[in-house]
């Protein structure tokens, strides 16, 4: 079935330091493909998507890239701020649709 | 729109006991998805809808769990006869899916915690 591998957390950055997470997938067919994002008490929302190959997502001064040859969408981000930290979900959806698959979340905390 | 509701919050209950949580979507949205969440965890698939009808259920799901979205609207996830490894967060989002439609971004609700002692 479909699966998400994220990077392993906690991340921890002093503020304007380059931010990448790593995801990785496994699916079948030509998922869309998500990152979500939990800032601290509040519910997960949507950061940025892509739905085909070499399109890349942006918001927020983040993006990921869909690069279907590696089967990753790696968020990065170029000079994160304090307000940055947050819990950060690499998530899939079928090709059907139906479900969506998540990884187990990256936790960043940026640091003044 | 208020965004996706979910009640109650937080619910303590005693093991053996039956528990029910309502979510109520984003009116416009036709698909309503249920998920639960641990700590340290992602969400975790349990059941969506397309209107009233259950589409798929997570094959994990104990026989325990039965979800209902009676008119379309809003949805209920009942847990019988709960055990501590039921304590989790329990998530539900929304979406409109229609002939058209782009990716499937869903909306969550703020989640309804529960603790089974």
């Known amino acids: 079935g479909d699966s998400v591998t994220q990077m392993e957390g906690p991340v921890t950055l002093s503020e304007e330091a380059f931010l990448t997470i790593n995801c990785t997938y496994t699916?079948?067919?030509?998922?869309?493909l998500f990152w979500y994002v939990q800032y601290p008490g509040e519910g997960l929302q949507l950061l940025l998507k892509a739905t085909k190959a070499d399109d890349k997502g942006s918001n927020k001064g983040f993006e990921a890239t869909y690069r279907k040859e590696t089967t990753s969408f790696h968020l990065e981000k170029g000079s994160v701020q304090v307000s940055d930290s947050a819990v950060y979900f690499c998530a899939l959806s079928g090709t059907n649709a139906g479900k969506s698959t998540f990884g187990d979340g990256t936790t960043l905390t940026v640091k003044p | 729109d208020t965004g996706v509701s979910q009640n109650p919050r937080h619910k303590i209950t005693k093991r053996g006991q039956n528990v029910t949580f309502r979510c109520d979507p984003i009116?416009?949205?036709?698909?309503l998805y249920w998920y639960r969440q641990t700590l340290g965890q992602g969400p975790e698939f349990l059941t969506y809808?397309?209107?009233?009808?259950?589409?798929?259920k997570s094959r994990l799901l104990s026989d325990r769990f039965s979800a209902e979205r009676p008119k379309g609207s809003f949805s209920t996830l009942e847990i019988q006869r709960t055990e501590q490894g039921d304590s989790a967060m329990y998530l539900c989002?929304?979406?409109?899916?229609?002939?058209?439609?782009?990716?499937?971004?869903?909306?969550f609700g703020a989640g309804s915690r529960l603790t089974v002692l």
């Open positions: 989002a929304s979406s409109y899916r229609g002939a058209s439609s782009g990716a499937n971004v869903l909306t």
């Open positions: 009116s416009e949205h036709n698909r």
């Open positions: 809808f397309q209107n009233e009808a259950q589409l798929e």
């Open positions: 699916a079948t067919g030509y998922p869309s």
